[in-house]
């Protein structure tokens, strides 16, 4: 099968041919049929010190898929070939304590497919069946390719009460635009999202038009919300942009009392001045890694099946796997919502 594989400790990669994955007992053999570029690709593609740390090459990349059940391992039950599977990326031990506590997402021994296993950019993947969601007959494998994402922002949002709130979402890539299409669908009351890329502020304007869209080196960010919401800032806010900036304006837009979910990872140390942030607001912070297993895609799946949303529009684009170098380029370039790679 063509595979694209990280082979060497440069930046790059290469497509290669390679054998169909064998699976074992506990396995799903998938035939990919769309695979989505994630931040995690980028780091692996530039070949970061963050991508350094965690591969041991070779390693086929790649971790946001669905496709076609192919082959169905020996003690595997509830899977059928020909049934439609979108996969969750945390491979969790399920023996640790994390896992023993309804964790699974913070596994101590935590391995993530397409970084400590073979990913996604190829014509077939083993899926271990613990890491499966079914999908609906008729699924469009591009919906499936993305609920990882969109899971990653319906557990920063959910971690409390979204319903009748006024809520920031601070950073508009395809997450950012994920949490405000779910903060909505969630009946927020209001809705305030912010970024200073061009293309994302655009993009969050098209796919959410009820949401106050705003560029803080541009819009008095804070006047307007104050305005809003009679003075009181914002009872939620989703920080998505990792940024000083970002996390800075996250807490001097929340109201007293409210919480903020921590989802976008810094590169650096952040500073706060943490007696007005946090002390004096009594402000309630909630790190937000991953999807919970299953609640988070139990979740999303009910507002897709309601019809409460639909996160399709975030893809931008869409290419053939051969031309994985213009796509993994252009998703660097941050000139792009999400991208489709097809095997
Ligand atoms: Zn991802
Ligand atoms: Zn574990």
């Known amino acids: 099968m063509k595979a694209l594989l990280k082979t060497q400790p440069v930046r790059g990669a290469e497509l290669l041919d390679v054998p169909i994955p064998e699976i074992g007992p506990d396995d799903l053999l998938v ?3 769309a695979a989505a570029i994630c931040g995690t690709d980028n780091h692996i593609y530039d070949w970061t010190p963050w991508a350094q740390a965690r591969l041991t090459l070779p390693m086929i990349f790649g971790h946001e898929f669905a496709g076609e059940v192919v082959e169905v391992g020996a003690a595997v039950k509830g899977w059928s070939v020909g049934d439609m599977v979108a996969a969750e990326t945390h491979i969790p031990c399920l023996q640790c304590y994390q896992c023993r506590t309804g964790r699974q997402h913070t596994c101590e021994q935590m391995r993530i497919i397409g970084v ?5 950019f190829s014509e077939y993947a083993r ?13 469009s494998p591009e919906l499936g390719a993305i609920l990882e994402p969109v899971g990653v922002a319906a557990n920063g949002l959910f971690k409390d009460r979204v319903d009748g709130r006024s809520v920031g979402v601070i950073g508009c890539g395809p997450i950012g635009v994920f949490c405000g ?3 909505l669908a969630a009946g927020a009351r209001q809705l305030f999202m912010t ?11 098209r796919v959410v038009p009820q949401a106050t869209v705003l560029n803080p080196l541009q819009d008095d960010v804070q006047g307007l919300v104050a305005e809003a919401t009679h003075g009181r800032g914002l009872e939620v806010v989703v920080e998505l942009s990792g940024s000083q900036a970002g996390t800075a304006q996250a807490f001097d837009l929340l109201a007293k009392g409210g919480r903020v979910s921590l989802v976008g990872l810094p590169s650096q140390p952040i500073t706060l001045e943490m007696t007005n942030a946090i002390i004096y607001r009594e402000a309630i912070v909630y790190g937000s890694t991953g999807r919970l297993m299953w609640d988070t895609w139990y979740q999303v799946d009910a507002l897709l099946q309601a019809g409460a949303f639909d996160p399709l529009p975030v893809i931008t684009h869409r290419f053939p796997l051969e031309e994985y170098a213009a796509a993994l380029e252009l998703t660097l370039s941050g000139e792009a919502g ?3 790679l097809k095997p």
């Open 127 to 139: 899926l271990p069946v613990s890491c499966a969601w079914k999908l609906a007959p008729g699924t």
């Open 31 to 33: 035939k990919v049929q």
């Open 195 to 205: 970024d200073v890329n061009a293309y994302r502020l655009e993009m969050a304007r």
């Open 116 to 120: 400590h296993a073979d990913g996604a």
């Open 338 to 340: 999400k991208v489709i």
């Open 181 to 183: 299409q779910l903060a």
